[in-house]
Antibody
Framework: QVQLVESGGGVVQPGRSLRLSCAAS????????MHWVRQAPGKGLEWVAV????????YYADSVKGRFTISRDNTKNTMSLQMNSLGAEDTAVYYC?????????????WGQGTLVIVSS | EIVLTQSPATLSLSPGERGTLSCGAS???????LAWYQQKPGLAPRLLIY???NRATGIPDRFSGSGSGTDFTLTISRLEPEDFAVYYC?????????FGQGTKLEIK
């Protein structure tokens, strides 16, 4: 069965960096686009970024463009989100989610999320 | 970016009733690439509907989606107790892919 497990969350000071990881199993990882979606405490969902199945196409939300970088390693079935210049507005649960073969697809499978708290 | 506006913000209904949730887009959604998700407290969202009207795997047929262009609807024909949750629409036709602010479906 499809499994997505996020890691790397924690408490980080404003202006610092953090790297999240997503370990995938139960499907052919290299065939699917992968997404990051976040949810601030008590708030709604915010789509963050997507990487195509081969990693060549990447798209970002305006709120993170230039600060966050999505990447993947199809040899290790992992995806990452490098987050730089973090601010309080980045405090959220970050979900890894699987799309379909194309990037223009919904997120059919989700991990359990990892919490990032940006605070001094 | 495409802004999605969901209405109502809160919908109070009883089990057995019909629920109708709306999602309006600030511009036409490319290829009607519109999805609906259900989220319960403390859990990850669950995909219900994709491409406006296709049910995801394992989703009961009391859930249906419709619409096109800028106006979309999620209908739950007869509410079951487990359907009370928060529902989000999302467009994934044009980057950045955006979510609506959510509709909370609560028990009346």
């Amino acid at each position: 069965q499809v499994q997505l497990v996020e890691s790397g969350g924690g408490v980080v000071q404003p202006g610092r960096s953090l790297r999240l990881s997503c370990a995938a199993s139960g499907f052919t990882f290299s065939s699917y686009a992968m997404h990051w979606v976040r949810q601030a405490p008590g708030k709604g969902l915010e789509w963050v970024a997507v990487t195509s199945s081969d990693g060549n196409d990447r798209y970002y939300a305006d709120s993170v463009k230039g600060r966050f970088t999505i990447s993947r390693d199809n040899t290790k079935n992992t995806m990452s989100l490098q987050m730089n210049s973090l601010g309080a507005e980045d405090t959220a649960v970050y979900y890894c989610a699987r799309g379909k073969g194309r990037v223009t697809a919904p997120q059919a499978y989700w991990g359990q999320g990892t919490l990032v708290i940006v605070s001094s | 970016e495409i802004v999605l506006t969901q209405s109502p913000a809160t919908l109070s209904l009883s089990p057995g009733e019909r629920g109708t949730l709306s999602c309006g887009a600030s511009q036409s959604v490319t290829s009607n690439y519109l999805a609906w998700y259900q989220q319960k407290p403390g859990l990850a969202p669950r995909l219900l509907i994709y491409d406006t009207s296709n049910r995801a795997t394992g989703i009961p047929d009391r859930f249906s989606g419709s619409g096109s262009g800028t106006d979309f609807t999620l209908t739950i024909s007869r509410l079951e107790p487990e359907d009370f949750a928060v529902y989000y629409c999302q467009q994934y036709g044009t980057s950045p892919y955006t979510f609506g602010q959510g509709t909370k479906l609560e028990i009346k």
